[in-house]
C-alpha cells in the first residue's frame, strides 16, 4: 500500500445561459488530472434537475464520449478529480457528492481533509444522519443538510457549517440556482475563479484549469471567503476571513500544482526554478550535467543549472501511456512499473557526473530505483539535491504521509540515507531555502507541519487515517 497520496481538484461552472457543460468541464478537470487519478465526477443542473457521472478512473475514462453527450447542457456544474485520502478508492467515494432533496438539493466537491470529521460524523449519525460513503467530504455535506433546515440560504448554511469545520477545505458547492466556493480560513488549499469571453464564471483549485477553458483569471479566493455565483452576479462573503492566520500548504508549491499554475499571486514554476538556485547555493558539487525527475524536479533541476552554471540536460523520457489496469502494487512490478515510467537517456548519464533533482523524498523508494537505474546507465557520480526539507511529520490536511514509520529522514542521517539510497552526496533544501522559495519570511503564510512539526490547527488525538474504512471497509 502506498502511503503518501496526492489530493484532490475541485472545478465549477456558472453560466447565465444554458450551454454545452459537459466540454467545459471534460478540459477542467482534465488539466486538473495531477491533482487526482483515482475517480472523477461531474454534476450538470439543467432546468432544476441534476444529472451526474461519477467513477473511478481518468478523466478521459470517465467522461466519455457518450458520458458526455448524455450530461449535456445546463447553467451550473461542478467536476471532481480525485486521490483518496479519508475513504478508500470505490464508486461510492467518488466526488461530487450529490444529494437529491424535495427541499433541498445540494451538490459538493471537495479538496483538502477534514481533521475533526470523525467527531463530525458520530455526532451526525446520532441526530439521524445516514452516511454512503466513507470518505470526510460526505460530512460536510450533511452537516449543509442539518443546517439547511435553519437558514435562509445554502450560503447561511454554509457558514453555519464552517463553524464546526477544522481543517482544509476548498469546496464547490450548488443548488439549481447557485455556485459556492469556499476556501476554509487558514487556505490550506488553492481556489481561484475567473471568467470566459462568453460570461461563464468558472472556479478552479489551479489557474491550469482556467487557462484550459480560455477562461481570464480574475483572483485567487482569500482564505475563509465565500463567494457565490448567481443570476444576480458575484457576491464575496468575507465573515470567516481574517480569523486564522494563513497557512497554504507549502508542498504545493513543491509538488502538487502544475508549473504553468500560479498560486496566491506566485507562480509555481518560478517558486521551483527558486528552490533549484538556492540548493545550487548550498550545496555546489562539481558536475558534467543537472537533471530533473519528471515532473516536479525539473524546475527546480533548470534552477540549480542556471545558478551552478552546470549545464541541464534531460535525464528521463516518461512514458505518459502506461495502461493503469497493469499497475500492481507488489514491490517487484512496481520496480518494473518505473523501469516502464522513466528511462534513463543514455548520452546524458554514461560516464557523468550527474546532479539528481526531485522535488521531495519521502519513504526513498522512488530515489533508489532511480540510482539503480542511473547507475546501470553508466554514471560515474549521482550527487543528488532535493527541493524540499526531510519529511518528518504526519500530514492532516490532505497528504496522506500518515506514519513516521515510512519517512526515511526520521530515522536516519543525511549521510545515513546517502548510503541507504546509493548517492554520492545528498543535499536537502533547508527551511531558509523554503523562505527564498516562497518569498516570504519564518514561512509566515505558509504550513510547512510535515517538515517542521508546528501544525497550524489542533489535531485531535483519534484522527486516524482511513478511520472510517477501518470501522466499515476491512
Ligand atoms: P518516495 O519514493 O521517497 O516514497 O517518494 C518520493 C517521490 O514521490 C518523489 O518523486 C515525489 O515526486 C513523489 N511524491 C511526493 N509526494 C507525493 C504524493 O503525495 N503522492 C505521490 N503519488 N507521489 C508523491
Ligand atoms: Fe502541506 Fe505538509 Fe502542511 Fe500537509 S503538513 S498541508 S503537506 S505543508
Ligand atoms: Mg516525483
Same mark, same amino acid.
Given at each position: 500500500?502506498?502511503?503518501?497520496?496526492?489530493?484532490?481538484?475541485?472545478?465549477?461552472?456558472?453560466?447565465? =445561459?444554458?450551454?454545452?457543460?459537459?466540454?467545459?468541464?471534460?478540459?477542467?478537470?482534465?488539466?486538473?488530472?495531477?491533482?487526482?487519478?483515482?475517480? &472523477?465526477?461531474?454534476?450538470?443542473?439543467?432546468?432544476? &434537475?441534476?444529472?451526474? &457521472?461519477?467513477?473511478?478512473?481518468?478523466?478521459?475514462?470517465?467522461? *466519455?464520449?457518450?458520458?458526455?453527450?448524455?450530461? %449535456?447542457?445546463?447553467?451550473?456544474?461542478?467536476?471532481?478529480?480525485?486521490? &483518496?485520502?479519508?475513504?478508500?478508492?470505490?464508486?461510492?467515494?467518488?466526488?461530487?457528492?450529490?444529494?437529491?432533496?424535495?427541499?433541498?438539493?445540494?451538490?459538493?466537491?471537495?479538496?483538502?481533509?477534514?481533521?475533526?470529521?470523525?467527531?463530525?460524523?458520530?455526532?451526525?449519525?446520532?441526530?439521524?444522519?445516514?452516511?454512503?460513503?466513507?470518505?470526510? =467530504?460526505?460530512?460536510?455535506?450533511?452537516?449543509?443538510?442539518?443546517?439547511?433546515?435553519?437558514?435562509?440560504?445554502?450560503?447561511?448554511?454554509?457558514?453555519?457549517?464552517?463553524?464546526?469545520?477544522?481543517?482544509?477545505?476548498?469546496?464547490?458547492?450548488?443548488?439549481?440556482?447557485?455556485?459556492?466556493?469556499?476556501?476554509?480560513?487558514?487556505?490550506?488549499?488553492?481556489?481561484?475563479?475567473?471568467? *470566459?469571453? #462568453?460570461?461563464?464564471?468558472?472556479?478552479?483549485?489551479?489557474?491550469?484549469?482556467?487557462?484550459?477553458?480560455?477562461?481570464?483569471?480574475?483572483?485567487?479566493?482569500?482564505? %475563509?471567503?465565500?463567494?457565490?455565483?448567481?443570476?444576480?452576479?458575484?457576491?464575496?462573503?468575507?465573515?470567516?476571513?481574517?480569523?486564522?492566520?494563513? =497557512?497554504?500548504?507549502?508542498?504545493?508549491?513543491?509538488?502538487?500544482?502544475?508549473?504553468?499554475?500560479?498560486?496566491?499571486?506566485?507562480?509555481?514554476?518560478?517558486?521551483?526554478?527558486?528552490?533549484?538556485?538556492?540548493?545550487?547555493? *548550498?550545496?555546489?558539487?562539481?558536475?558534467?550535467?543537472?537533471?530533473?525527475?519528471?515532473?516536479?524536479?525539473?524546475?527546480?533541476?533548470?534552477?540549480?543549472?542556471?545558478?551552478?552554471?552546470?549545464?541541464? %540536460?534531460?535525464?528521463?523520457?516518461?512514458? !505518459?501511456?502506461?495502461?493503469? =489496469?497493469?499497475?500492481?502494487?507488489?514491490?517487484?512490478? !512496481?520496480?518494473?512499473? @518505473? !523501469?516502464?515510467? @522513466?528511462?534513463?537517456?543514455?548520452?546524458?548519464?554514461?560516464?557523468?557526473?550527474?546532479?539528481?533533482?526531485?522535488?521531495?523524498?519521502?519513504?526513498?523508494?522512488?530515489?533508489?530505483?532511480?540510482?539503480?537505474?542511473?547507475?546501470?546507465? %553508466?554514471?560515474?557520480?549521482?550527487?543528488? #539535491?532535493?527541493?524540499?526539507?526531510?519529511?518528518?511529520?504526519?500530514?492532516?490536511?490532505?497528504?496522506?504521509?500518515?506514519?513516521?514509520?515510512?519517512?526515511?529522514?526520521?530515522?536516519?542521517?543525511?549521510?545515513?540515507?546517502?548510503?541507504?539510497?546509493?548517492?554520492?552526496?545528498?543535499?536537502?533544501?533547508?527551511?531558509?531555502?523554503?523562505?527564498?522559495?516562497?518569498?516570504?519570511?519564518? @514561512?509566515?503564510?505558509?504550513?510547512?507541519?510535515?517538515?517542521?512539526?508546528?501544525?497550524?490547527?489542533?489535531?485531535?488525538?483519534?484522527?486516524?487515517?482511513?478511520?472510517?474504512?477501518?470501522?466499515?471497509?476491512?
Amino acid at each position: 500500500m502506498r502511503h503518501i497520496k496526492e489530493e484532490c481538484g475541485v472545478f465549477g461552472v456558472f453560466s447565465p =445561459t444554458s450551454i454545452s457543460m459537459s466540454s467545459l468541464a471534460y478540459f477542467g478537470l482534465s488539466s486538473l488530472q495531477h491533482r487526482g487519478q483515482e475517480s &472523477c465526477g461531474v454534476v450538470i443542473n439543467e432546468n432544476d &434537475c441534476f444529472k451526474s &457521472c461519477k467513477n473511478t478512473g481518468l478523466v478521459n475514462e470517465v467522461l *466519455t464520449p457518450q458520458a458526455l453527450q448524455d450530461l %449535456g447542457n445546463g447553467d451550473i456544474c461542478i467536476g471532481h478529480v480525485r486521490y &483518496c485520502t479519508t475513504g478508500g478508492n470505490h464508486i461510492q467515494n467518488a466526488q461530487p457528492i450529490l444529494i437529491n432533496r424535495i427541499a433541498h438539493s445540494l451538490a459538493l466537491a471537495h479538496n483538502g481533509n477534514i481533521v475533526n470529521a470523525y467527531e463530525l460524523r458520530k455526532k451526525l449519525e446520532l441526530e439521524g444522519s445516514i452516511f454512503h460513503s466513507t470518505n470526510d =467530504t460526505e460530512v460536510i455535506a450533511h452537516l449543509i443538510i442539518k443546517n439547511q433546515l435553519s437558514s435562509s440560504s445554502l450560503q447561511d448554511a454554509l457558514q453555519k457549517s464552517a463553524q464546526s469545520l477544522n481543517g482544509a477545505y476548498s469546496l464547490v458547492l450548488m443548488d439549481h440556482s447557485q455556485l459556492i466556493a469556499m476556501r476554509d480560513p487558514h487556505g490550506f488549499r488553492p481556489l481561484c475563479y475567473g471568467q *470566459t469571453s #462568453r460570461g461563464e464564471y468558472i472556479i478552479a483549485s489551479e489557474t491550469s484549469a482556467l487557462d484550459a477553458v480560455e477562461a481570464n483569471f480574475i483572483r485567487d479566493i482569500l482564505p %475563509g471567503e465565500i463567494v457565490v455565483f448567481d443570476k444576480q452576479g458575484v457576491h464575496s462573503i468575507q465573515t470567516f476571513c481574517n480569523q486564522k492566520p494563513k =497557512t497554504t500548504c507549502s508542498f504545493e508549491y513543491i509538488y502538487f500544482a502544475r508549473a504553468d499554475s500560479s498560486l496566491d499571486g506566485q507562480s509555481i514554476h518560478l517558486a521551483r526554478m527558486r528552490a533549484g538556485e538556492f540548493l545550487a547555493k *548550498t550545496y555546489p558539487v562539481e558536475a558534467d550535467i543537472v537533471i530533473g525527475v519528471p515532473d516536479s524536479g525539473i524546475d527546480a533541476a533548470i534552477g540549480y543549472a542556471r545558478a551552478s552554471n552546470i549545464p541541464y %540536460g534531460v535525464g528521463f523520457i516518461k512514458n !505518459r501511456y502506461i495502461a493503469r =489496469t497493469f499497475i500492481s502494487p507488489t514491490q517487484e512490478e !512496481r520496480i518494473e512499473k @518505473l !523501469r516502464l515510467k @522513466l528511462n534513463p537517456i543514455l548520452p546524458n548519464i554514461k560516464g557523468k557526473k550527474i546532479i539528481l533533482i526531485d522535488d521531495s523524498i519521502v519513504r526513498g523508494n522512488t530515489t533508489k530505483r532511480l540510482v539503480k537505474l542511473l547507475r546501470g546507465a %553508466g554514471a560515474k557520480e549521482i550527487h543528488m #539535491r532535493v527541493s524540499s526539507p526531510p519529511f518528518l511529520n504526519p500530514c492532516f490536511y490532505g497528504t496522506d504521509i500518515d506514519s513516521k514509520e515510512y519517512l526515511i529522514a526520521c530515522a536516519h542521517s543525511v549521510s545515513q540515507i546517502e548510503k541507504l539510497l546509493g548517492l554520492d552526496s545528498l543535499g536537502y533544501l533547508t527551511l531558509e531555502g523554503m523562505d527564498y522559495m516562497l518569498q516570504t519570511k519564518g @514561512l509566515q503564510g505558509y504550513c510547512s507541519a510535515c517538515f517542521t512539526g508546528n501544525y497550524p490547527t489542533p489535531i485531535p488525538n483519534n484522527t486516524k487515517k482511513n478511520q472510517f474504512e477501518n470501522k466499515e471497509q476491512k
